[in-house]
């Protein structure tokens, strides 16, 4: 299944690249690996790889220039893989069009879950009229949530989260990037009430609300949908 | 000065005249002589409060007026009986030596006054000044003294401890030397002689540069502008406040090295447990590291131990990466870096975060997490308070019986959100309680590892919140955390109504 996708890893340290080539290629990925940022930008242009793994800290251009250069024209995901841990890094990261982050170091398993969720989002076309996450599924045409094929009691802004989180599965939204979406501009500081739908919608889609496995915490930094 | 005494002159030729006419009704009697006693006794009242010449001429011009008007004959200075001869020069010798004794006299208590003013004075200074602490103060109380009683204003440059001048300039913010008066208070330093205006060693401008006579250093230079050299009087009471000041200021200058010294001392303590503790706390798991994957690489171990090795591997750089983020967390702390980033979190999200971060250590305990039913949001840090709970349960996990109870409670209560946790480990023994939230501090230097930081990063981000941690042995065993942290409840009657849509 894996054949045909193509991993692009820009990393300037020799030990990660060689760790993520070995992992990568144990699980069937097609891996480049590109050493600084300007090899990146062609790499990225040559292969058109089906995902690419970002180094924020290279040694030629900051990982976040090179981010908003290839987001000029490269639609698919892209993960960053750095030792900068801090919230504004990750945020900005984030805001700059990144799908998912992992600070180093990090666990391989945890890195192949995101790169397969990432992966499987891309393919998940936002314009489909049914969105199926687990036992979830989403029915765009007729605004209907469905677990376990059981119709969900949402209101309006709970459905509509819950379409937002769908609709980037295995990507991370920032606090802001939601409350924007939802709520308008002028709600961007308002996290209270994202806090408040959040909880709510738990209660509706999670089986153990208290241990979630769908609405997923970011430390400080926002939510993913996924697994 | 000298329109007083010319004062003192007119005075005493006033009451001269004044008495010499109130006199004049005798001066056709034989009693002329009774003249010359009344005039000397005025004359030796005059020289109990007059200077020298005003007295002088008192009894120049009673002698004369004497003479003029009532020794016979009248209106002429000649003088025809031996006897008024003698008398006249008699009463002139006593008049001047009345006046000038009595003046003497007056001088001498003069004398013994200032000095008892002085000595009052030097008392007082000396008082202030052991009771000035810090070298601010005593300078404070120097400059003042030297205002107050020479009227002069002055200037002090210190060593710094290793012989290099300072300006004391926060004190005295106008005043700046210039490059070459800077360099004559280094030559008045080295040379602990003085320089300047007055002095043997004259410099282009009008100040004066006065060593401090230290007894074991120098403690600097002291500037003023002299109007006029000082008198002998002057001079000893300047020198003598000049040892006073300086004896406070080598005082405070020896306690502030001692100080340092003592400063010096605790932080090469510090670096060097730091040292030993950081070497230690790397080598076992790198050690581990090292020897493990060896072991795989070079031998053909059975497969259950390689993925027994794999796993010691695996553990020992999770505490690797546990000790850097601690070292990172402590030294953001001791940067002063650390400012909470509030916003608005749910509590449960934080308590399964951690629990869930926790999930492999927390495997052989029951971990008991009881979240108020209806606690409000909060406003957190949720990094910060993360790395709190994380440090605490972590410590509970090292220190707590396998299969024991670990407990967390969260509520709200106040405009304060409470956060306890419990285990059923030790606890910390009596004496060592206090101490639980230093750096660097192991119960027992206990054998679980770690550096002993976790628990004084718990406390700087807990107080980076505003808020307070409190610990204690519970009564069943084990110890008990209680952090209290301020904050608001959000605003959320709107979303009420946009909910129910």
């Known amino acids: 299944m894996n054949e045909n996708e193509t991993i692009l890893v820009i990393d300037d340290e020799k030990q990660i690249r060689r760790l993520l080539e070995i992992t990568l290629s144990a699980n069937e990925y097609k891996v480049i690996l590109a050493v600084n940022g300007k090899d990146g930008l062609i790499d990225a242009a040559t292969y058109h790889p089906s995902l690419i793994v970002l180094d924020l800290g290279l040694p030629d251009t900051d990982g976040q220039e090179i981010l908003k250069k290839i987001r000029e024209w490269y639609q698919k995901p892209v993960i960053i893989l750095s030792v900068r841990d801090s919230e504004e890094d990750i945020i900005k990261a984030l805001d700059n069009g990144a799908n998912d982050y992992l600070t180093k170091p990090f666990r391989t398993g945890e890195l192949l879950a995101r790169i397969r969720a990432a992966l499987r989002s891309g393919k998940n076309l936002s314009d489909t009229t049914e969105l199926t996450i687990g036992s979830l599924t989403i029915d765009r045409t007729s605004h209907v949530a469905r677990k376990n094929n059981e119709i969900l009691k949402l209101t309006a802004t709970e459905y509509s989260l819950l379409l937002l989180l769908a609709k980037n599965t295995g990507r991370v939204l920032t606090h802001q990037y939601i409350l924007k979406e939802i709520w308008g501009y002028g709600y961007i500081h308002q996290t209270q009430y994202l806090r408040v739908f959040v909880a709510q919608l738990r209660k509706k889609i999670e089986d153990n609300p208290s241990k979630p496995t769908l609405l997923i915490t970011e430390s400080g930094i926002g939510y993913r949908f996924g697994e | ?501």
């Open chain 2, 1 to 501: 000065m000298n329109k007083q005494i010319i004062n003192q002159y007119f005075f005493s030729s006033f009451i001269i005249a004044a008495v010499v006419l109130l006199s004049a009704p005798l001066a056709n009697t034989e009693n002329y002589h009774v003249v010359s006693f009344i005039l000397l006794f005025v004359v030796s009242i005059l020289a109990t409060f007059m200077g020298t010449g005003p007295v002088l001429l008192a009894s120049t011009l009673s002698a004369i007026f004497w003479n003029f008007f009532f020794i016979p004959p009248h209106h002429t200075f000649q003088i025809d009986k031996t006897e008024d001869i003698l008398i006249f020069g008699l009463f002139f010798i006593i008049a001047l030596v009345n006046g000038v004794l009595t003046t003497r006299v007056r001088v001498q208590e003069k004398l013994v006054r200032d000095r008892e003013r002085r000595t009052n004075a030097l008392f007082q200074l000396t008082r202030e000044l052991s009771k000035a602490s810090g070298i601010e103060e005593v300078l404070k109380v120097a400059i003042g003294e030297i205002k107050s009683h020479f009227n002069l204003d002055s200037f002090f440059i210190l060593q710094d401890g290793e012989n290099i001048l300072y300006d004391t300039g926060r004190l005295q913010k106008d005043k700046k030397l210039n490059s070459g008066e800077y360099h004559v208070a280094e030559w008045v330093f080295r040379h602990g002689k003085k320089a300047g205006a007055f002095t043997d060693q004259p410099f282009e401008n009008d100040l004066t540069f006065y060593p401090l006579p230290g007894t074991k250093v120098i403690p600097g230079v002291v500037v003023v502008r002299l109007k006029e050299p000082f008198n002998e009087d002057q001079k000893s009471y300047w020198d003598t406040i000049l040892v006073q000041i300086s004896n406070a200021l080598e005082r405070e200058f020896l306690a502030e090295m001692a100080q340092r010294v003592r400063f010096l001392d605790e932080s090469d303590r510090l670096y060097k447990t730091l040292f030993n503790s950081i070497s230690h706390e790397l080598r076992i798991p790198v050690a581990t590291i090292m020897g493990a994957s060896d072991s795989i690489i070079n031998s053909s171990n059975p497969a259950g131990m390689q993925q027994a090795l794999c796993n010691e591997i695996f553990t020992a750089s999770l505490r690797l990466n546990r000790l850097i983020e601690n070292l990172l967390n402590i030294s953001r702390l001791e940067s002063g870096h650390i400012s909470a980033r509030l916003d608005w979190y749910d509590m449960n999200d934080l308590v399964n975060k951690v629990a869930d971060d926790l999930k492999d250590e927390l495997k052989p305990f029951t971990l008991t997490a009881i979240i108020q039913e209806d606690m409000p949001l909060v406003k957190i840090d949720f990094g910060l308070m993360e790395q709190v709970l994380y440090n605490l349960l972590i410590n509970s996990t090292q220190y707590a019986p396998p299969a024991s109870e670990i407990l967390m409670a969260v509520s709200y209560l106040d405009e304060n959100m409470l956060i306890e946790t419990a285990d059923k480990g030790p606890g910390f023994p009596e004496q060592e309680i206090k101490r639980a939230f230093k750096k660097f501090f192991r119960v027992n230097e206990n054998k679980t590892g770690g550096l002993g930081l976790g628990l004084s990063i718990v406390k700087g981000f807990v107080e980076a919140h505003g808020g307070t941690i409190h610990v204690e042995n519970r009564i069943e065993g084990g110890a008990r955390f209680i952090i209290r942290i301020p904050t608001e409840k959000p605003d959320i009657k709107n979303l009420q109504e946009a909910y129910y849509e």
